[in-house]
């Protein structure tokens, strides 16, 4: 999808009020290309999308001359999907009865059996990063579940590791506009690189990183679509799906404004855990802002990884907004490898809450004499962020100065003013995930505006200790 689908797409969502927003609008051009005679509550079923939301998106589609008919895209809306998102399959490509389970390979895609012979010479698995390569069939298997998903065609494709080389099969179905393999392990790396040369890949390249480091800036907020099959634990989970949410789409600039974008996708295989463990790896899913669209069991098989019983599930996740994330973990010291995390007896999961205290120093004093003013916005922060006030205690104070403390459901939040000295104090305590402090932190810094200020924050909790750090507000 080129960046003018990319805007015009946007502003459709917006205008029907899609809560699925730029994914969701294609989503439902995808269903119309490839099967042109369904009905919106056919295009519901594939969708997921409600039925008037349908007809909302589809009368904005016809506005914008992208489709001729609310039912049908005509000749026009085939093109501009052809060109635009670059869709190949105007049919299914898979037959709807397609169950993950590959006995043959559909005549047309007899081309992935030349992978078979390739694949031996995959570099031997590094057992200490958890590495086990997936058998042929799973190879497949994958690639055809993203094929039938919609999310090679016309898809920016980064594999956070890789060394099953399921990659190569993608890259050689000659439909995505790029793919970037990532890996920490060079021999799995150069071997992939070697191989895309030899099977003539375009648009596929290969970078060396280990994700413990933070992602370069080139690849933050660029890709549609991630694979990954992290380390077997929750540490390692919770690095790859933080990981994940960064190199996905989650923002559009149109005209100098922000839109948000949601629903790109992850395809993340993890292997079986105990209940409690289980537990803990849905919530790591929803900690890092996506959701569980399919769960389908038993779905990998590895020669080898005898430690998940040679096995594991696949996850097919959409991200979402407002994202919990905390980015306070430091992870270049933090284990996250298997060999790694059973040698340690406890760690702590995650923080109580967090704590965050600023100054804002101002040289117009009166600007502080505003109350009413001030209050508007400290409330209108903490609306902002999606906390949710449960009751609000202020005072004036004479001559001047003001206090005001917002009771939260799970935290509180104060703000005190010396309009003599022409400072303001903050005190926020967030049990709602950083990512909310940080907003109520940035609102207040810009319509307040102060010509200094300072923040800091410190985890607060179980196993926590009472250091606190600077926050970046730029």
């Known amino acids: ?5 990319e805007e015009t797409l ?4 917006e205008r029907a009020q899609l809560a699925e927003g730029i994914e969701g609008v294609r989503s439902i051009l995808l269903t119309m290309y490839r099967f042109p005679s369904l009905k919106n509550k056919k295009v519901a079923q594939k969708t997921g999308i409600a039925i008037p939301t349908i007809s909302a998106v589809r009368g904005e589609l016809v506005k914008s001359g992208i489709i001729e ?35 043959e390979l559909p005549e047309e895609f007899t081309y992935l059996n030349n992978l078979k012979s390739l694949l031996k010479n995959r570099p031997t698995p590094e057992y200490a990063l ?4 997936a058998d042929f069939s799973t190879i497949i298997k994958k690639t055809l579940y993203l094929l039938k998903k919609g999310d090679i065609e016309g898809r920016r494709i980064i594999f956070l590791g890789d060394d099953d080389a399921i990659s190569l099969a ?21 071997f992939i690189s070697q191989s895309a040369e030899e099977l003539s890949l375009k648009n596929f390249n290969v970078l060396s990183h280990d994700l413990k480091e933070p992602c370069p800036n080139i690849i933050i907020n660029n890709y549609d679509v991630v694979v990954m099959d992290p380390p077997y634990t929750n540490e390692g989970l919770r690095l790859f799906l933080k990981r994940a949410g960064q190199v996905l789409k989650s923002y559009i600039k149109i005209n100098d404004k922000i839109h948000p974008v949601i629903g790109k ?13 289980m537990q803990k790896l849905q919530t790591s899913i929803l900690d890092h802002s996506f959701i569980i669209n399919e769960m389908i069991p038993d779905f990998n098989h590895y020669e080898g990884a005898s430690i998940i019983g040679k096995f594991s599930h696949l996850y097919y996740l959409q991200s979402i907004i407002n994202s919990n994330i905390e980015p306070t973990i430091n992870y270049t010291t933090r284990p996250i490898y298997t060999s ?16 965050f205290v600023g100054e804002m120093h101002f040289s117009n004093q009166e600007l502080l004499l505003e109350n009413d003013n001030i209050q508007k916005i400290f409330i209108d922060s903490l609306t902002f962020a999606d906390l949710t006030i449960l009751d609000v205690y202020h005072h004036n104070y004479h001559p001047y100065g003001y206090s005001a403390i917002a009771i939260l459901k799970t935290s509180h939040a104060a703000i005190h003013t010396w309009p003599e000295h022409g400072y303001i104090s903050i005190d926020i305590f967030i049990c709602e995930g950083y990512s ?19 923040f800091s924050y410190v985890e607060r909790g179980k196993q926590t200790t009472m250091k606190y750090k600077p926050v970046e507000v730029e």
Not at 1 to 5: H, N
Not at 82 to 95: A, H, I, Q, S, V
């Open 170 to 190: 993608v890259g050689l179905t000659n439909l995505s506009n790029e793919i970037l393999v990532l890996d920490i392990d060079n021999r799995v790396l150069d």
């Open 436 to 454: 909310k402090g940080l907003k109520v932190i940035k609102f207040l810094k810009n319509k307040l505006n102060p010509e200094k200020f300072e």
């Open 340 to 355: 790694e995390v059973r040698s340690i007896t406890e760690y702590p999961f995650r923080p109580v809450g967090f704590h």
């Open 10 to 13: 946007t502003i459709i969502a």
């Open 130 to 133: 958890d590495q086990s390569h």
């Open 69 to 103: 008919k609310r039912n049908f895209l005509g000749e026009i809306g085939r093109e501009w999907v052809k060109t635009k998102l670059n869709l190949t399959f105007d049919y299914d490509p898979l037959p709807e009865t397609f169950n993950n389970i590959i006995k």
């Open 1 to 5: 999808m080129d960046s003018e689908a």
């Open 265 to 277: 996708k992850c395809l993340l295989s993890f292997g079986n855990k105990p209940p409690e463990e």
